[in-house]
Each structure stands twice: as structure tokens, then as C-alpha cells.
């Protein structure tokens, strides 16, 4: 079992930056694969980046290709999302998730989620 905690959302403009962190405990963080995902208000939930285990190969979903980076920190147990040049249409809430297997997913554990609001 692994629990995942996010922080760092928070209400930006148009523009600004954000990292959020999610911190995971209970196993060795080192053999998941872990992804971010996001869902607005009406909508299903979506795809926002993966990370590999070992080297950390990534990979990112086209909304956000070039103004996110996903990377992790096996030692803190941590994973990040950096976001900049935020947009309106990335207002959601965040979540990250971690996968014993494929990084493509299914992913097994889930966050609780952290509100990502953009103005304009």
C-alpha cells in the first residue's frame, strides 16, 4: 500500500508558475512509476505527465508540453510537477498517482488532490 499526499496548488494568474509535490510513504518510492493527472470542473479526469522508475524517462500530454516538467526525488519520495506560463484552461484539481507496473498505467494508488485555479 502506498499513500500519496499533494500540495502546492494554489490560486495564480495567467502567466505565473507553480510546483506542486506529492510525497509518498508506505513502500519503496523507487519502484513505482508515477504520473500527475488533472480534472476540471465537468470534465473527465486527463492525462498530464508520467515518470518513469530508474533513469526517470517522461513523457507529457500535448496541452502541456514545454511549460510542465514532471521529475522525482527517490530520496525525499517525492515527485514534482513544475508548472509555468499557467493558462486559465489548466485550472483543475491536481492529482499524482503511482504504478507498479506500466508507467503508461493502470495506476494502483492515488492522491487526494490538490486546486490548481488560473485567472486570467
Known amino acids: 500500500q502506498v499513500q500519496l499526499v499533494e500540495s502546492g496548488g494554489g490560486l495564480v494568474q495567467a502567466g505565473d508558475s507553480l510546483r506542486l509535490s506529492c510525497v509518498a510513504s508506505?513502500?519503496?518510492?523507487?519502484?513505482?512509476?508515477m504520473g500527475w493527472f488533472r480534472q476540471a470542473p465537468g470534465k473527465e479526469r486527463e492525462f498530464v505527465a508520467r515518470?518513469?522508475?530508474?533513469?526517470?524517462?517522461?513523457y507529457y500530454a500535448d496541452s502541456v508540453k514545454g511549460r510542465f516538467t514532471i521529475s522525482r526525488d527517490n530520496v525525499k519520495s517525492t515527485v514534482y510537477l513544475q508548472m509555468n506560463s499557467l493558462k486559465p484552461e489548466d485550472t483543475a484539481v491536481y492529482y499524482c498517482?503511482?504504478?507498479?507496473?506500466?508507467?503508461?498505467?493502470?495506476?494502483?494508488?492515488w492522491g487526494q488532490g490538490t486546486q490548481v485555479t488560473v485567472s486570467s
Open positions: 515518470i518513469s522508475r530508474g533513469y526517470g524517462a517522461t
Open positions: 498517482a503511482a504504478s507498479e507496473g506500466s508507467w503508461s498505467g493502470p495506476y494502483d494508488y
Open positions: 508506505g513502500r519503496t518510492f523507487s519502484n513505482y512509476a
